[in-house]
């Protein structure tokens, strides 16, 4: 079956200093790897894909991730944050060798940046 | 619509009670998910339609849990006889199904309330 796993429950940082928010996934087949925010009483708002092709993705509000496969990785990084940038992210994955193609969701990292 | 739209946006009932929580997805989605979020926990996965496919029923946490989706657009999850576990955020998410590449919008979500 496949997972998601985002090892750090918070990850502080101070403004202007570089990010990286870690995640981990597990698969049967080839994955699908996403990444979404959400903001304080906000819904979740999509950041970035990656499906295939270059391992490094650019989303929205400058936000990149970078896939490993040798690592079943796909970490969000950014390399200068804003205080605006703190709130909870989230990974997800999709397997294409699953049954369905349902999105499992990791359980979430507070970014917390100090100004 | 422009986006998915659940209602109601806050719900207080009664332990014991049967609720039902809708979802209007994007116009011309044809997968529509949903999920729990608890206070302070990650997205749990409920429940994924996809077109006219047997929907992937495999994260319902009990048999009070059921949901539908009418003509493959509005979906309706009814939770019967609520128990104060019950209480959290319920996400409804949709997207384009062409690809599992494809990222999915979510809903602002239903705030239940079991008292």
């Known amino acids: 079956a496949q997972s998601v796993a985002q090892p750090e429950d918070q990850v502080n940082v101070a403004e202007g200093n570089p990010l990286t928010v870690k995640c981990t996934y597990s698969?049967?087949?080839?994955?699908?790897l996403f990444w979404y925010v959400q903001y304080p009483n906000r819904g979740l708002q999509f950041l970035l894909k990656y499906i295939t092709g270059d391992n490094l993705v650019k989303g929205s509000y400058g936000f990149e991730a970078e896939f490993n496969k040798s690592q079943t990785s796909f970490h969000l990084k950014k390399p200068s944050a804003l205080v605006s940038d703190s709130a909870l992210y989230f990974c997800a994955v999709r397997d294409e060798g699953g049954a369905t193609n349902k999105l499992i969701f990791g359980t979430g990292t507070l970014l917390a940046v100090q100004p | 619509g422009a986006g998915v739209s659940q209602s109601p946006s806050n719900k207080v009932t009664e332990k014991g009670k049967d609720v039902e929580l809708r979802c209007d997805p994007i116009s011309g989605h044809t997968a529509l998910y949903w999920y729990r979020q608890s206070l302070g926990q990650g997205l749990e996965f409920l429940i994924y339609?996809?077109?006219?496919?047997?929907?992937?029923k495999s994260g319902l946490p009990s048999d009070r849990f059921s949901a539908e989706r009418t003509g493959g657009s509005v979906s309706t999850l009814t939770i019967q006889r609520t128990q104060q576990e019950d209480s959290a955020v319920y996400l409804c998410?949709?997207?384009?199904?062409?690809?599992?590449?494809?990222?999915?919008?979510f809903g602002q979500g239903t705030r239940l309330t079991v008292v």
């Open positions: 998410a949709s997207s384009l199904a062409a690809t599992a590449g494809t990222e999915a919008f």
């Open positions: 698969v049967s087949g080839n994955p699908y």
């Open positions: 339609f996809q077109g006219n496919s047997a929907p992937d």
